[in-house]
């Protein structure tokens, strides 16, 4: 089981920064996946989420708006289009795997499956 994230870097607030996560390993297309973010001497929190077919996405109220979460199954990959990005942003992002039934995919304990982890740095 592999999650490669990539796409973060460094870009100054109001900006824009696209991460993906190449996936394999499991069968991608039957799972919901998730993105998080930990800055430091903060907790690990949640950022969006997708279903296994992409029509249902879910939203941390501060990225609302400014992210989009999205997956191309046919490519085992899901993405993360982040615009007008802020400070607060920072941190680094990891992306995530799903159980094929869940509850509540803005809960870390819903995911078994992690990437490694791209940095975000935004500028103010």
């Known amino acids: 089981v592999q999650l490669q994230a990539s796409g973060g870097g460094l870009v100054q607030a109001g900006g824009s920064l696209r991460l993906s996560c190449a996936v394999s390993g499991f069968t991608f297309s039957s799972v919901a996946m998730g993105w998080f973010r930990q800055a430091p001497g903060k907790e690990r929190e949640f950022v969006a989420a997708?279903?296994?077919?992409?029509?249902?996405?879910y939203y941390e109220d501060s990225v609302k708006g400014r992210f989009t979460i999205s997956r191309d199954n046919a490519k085992n990959t899901l993405y993360l289009q982040m615009n007008s990005l802020k400070p607060e942003d920072t941190a680094v992002y990891y992306c995530?795997?799903?159980?094929?039934?869940?509850?509540?995919?803005?809960?870390?304990?819903?995911?078994?499956?992690w990437g490694q982890g791209t940095q975000v740095t935004v500028s103010s």
């Open positions: 997708i279903n296994w077919s992409g029509t249902g996405t």
């Open positions: 995530a795997g799903a159980g094929l039934s869940y509850r509540d995919l803005t809960s870390p304990m819903e995911y078994g499956r």
